[in-house]
């Protein structure tokens, strides 16, 4: 098992974990006995899951109260972690948001926050709790990318490249901690129903769903198949055969044949 095991003074540390599926990770660590530390920016919605894991399952639930685009608030998650005594044997670097549309459209500073939410949290926070991962011989890191890393994808060009770089950036951490004991694995979920799509402002330019139905995968299951690639060690994982076939097929069809099909499907450049 890739994950160490559960004990009183260990946690696993969940970035974005007041909805969608990073409370839906949180919630399968809890139930196989982990601790966990909820990171985000809305207390309330901590608070409410912390009690529902810790009563449900009997694990200790911790809260953070963080806004990950900052360093500093970075640092003070990590800090906080130690202050209470806890070990963070598992990093869920969760939390994310989209931009929807054209670069020339979007506002500049929202795009400069998703990039340091997406792309420096992920890798700050793995370079914070790597060190003593490493010091003890065990840990796993478990950083959430996208199928869109697997593409361009004008309309969210921000976006996707931000989970190329995590994706990137995790199969090369991979390597460089495997021989310490530590584990690195990139989850690659396509479309999920979750509050994501209303956050980004997706809902601004459709009116339904835009992908086919099969390609949506129950945030339930998502987070299942996080937590048992987590365990097993594994570098990536892709959840539904229709994505991985998708992710498959995008990653190696010219851009030149591709990029003019993703600019006609996209609704904010329609």
């Known amino acids: 098992m890739a994950i160490p095991l559960p004990a009183p003074d260990r946690t696993c540390i969940v970035t974005g974990a007041s909805s969608g599926i990073g409370t839906e990770i949180a919630r399968v660590l809890a139930s196989r ?31 953070v109260v963080a806004d990950l685009s900052e360093p500093d608030q970075r640092r003070a998650v990590v800090a906080a972690v130690e202050e209470r005594g806890l070990v963070p044997d598992v990093l869920v670097n969760n939390a994310g948001f989209s931009t929807v549309g054209a670069v020339a459209d979007v506002d500049p500073g929202r795009e400069i926050q998703m990039l340091r939410t997406n792309v420096e949290a992920v890798d700050h926070l793995c370079a914070l709790v790597a060190p003593g991962m490493v010091e003890r011989g065990r840990g796993a890191i478990l950083n959430v990318a996208s199928t ?13 490249a931000s989970k190329a770089f995590v994706r990137s950036f995790s199969t090369s951490l991979a390597g460089e901690l495997a021989p310490h004991g530590v584990t690195v694995t990139t ?16 809902d601004d330019f459709t009116d339904g769903n835009p992908l086919p139905d099969a390609m949506w995968v129950p945030v339930e ?14 570098l990536v994982s892709i959840p539904g055969p229709l994505n991985r ?14 990029m003019p099909i993703l600019v006609r499907r996209h609704p904010s450049l329609r």
């Open 187 to 202: 989850l690659c979920p396509g479309p999920v129903h979750t509050e994501f799509g209303h956050a980004s402002g997706m």
């Open 221 to 234: 299951d998502v987070a299942r198949i996080a937590v048992d690639a987590l365990e097993d060690g594994r």
């Open 245 to 258: 076939a998708v992710a498959a097929i995008a990653n190696t069809t010219p851009r030149q044949l591709l």
């Open 148 to 160: 869109a890393s697997y593409q361009p994808l004008p309309g969210q060009a921000g976006y996707a």
């Open 33 to 63: 006995g982990h601790g966990v530390t909820l990171v985000a920016r809305r207390l309330d919605r901590l608070e409410t899951l912390a009690g529902r894991l810790s009563e449900q399952h009997g694990i200790r639930a911790e809260v």
